[in-house]
Nanobody, 114 residues
């Protein structure tokens, strides 16, 4: 049974910070590339961060310099530190695990509003 469980979402003011967590079970976590995606209402799901099993990180320009992805293999957990948040960052954020197959978490809501 594979599970990805996100937590840490919520309401934050513009310029604020949030740290999302994704706890994985049922997979050999250390082998997987982990990622974060987000989806706003009426829009396609977009990729926001990736960290490989070799700890290489990649970000799109939209979040580069503001978001940081990291992983703790001992805890089977991947994190997304989000700083300098903007209203445009409002979305449901999803955790993804990819190796020979891929898995998705249930999502956690992030709302950036004053």
């Amino acid at each position: 049974q594979v599970q990805l469980v996100e937590s840490g979402g919520g309401l934050v003011q513009p310029g604020g910070s949030l740290r999302l967590s994704c706890a994985a079970s049922g997979i050999m976590f250390r082998l997987y590339t982990m990622g974060w995606y987000r989806q706003a209402p009426g829009k396609q799901r977009e990729w926001v961060a990736e960290i490989t099993n070799g700890n290489r990180t990649i970000y799109p320009d939209s979040v580069k310099g503001r978001f940081t992805i990291s992983r703790d293999n001992a805890k089977n957990t991947v994190y997304l530190q989000m700083n300098s948040l903007k209203p445009e960052d409002t979305a449901v954020y999803y955790c993804n695990a990819r190796f020979s197959s891929h898995y998705w978490g249930q999502g956690t809501q992030v709302t950036v509003s004053s």
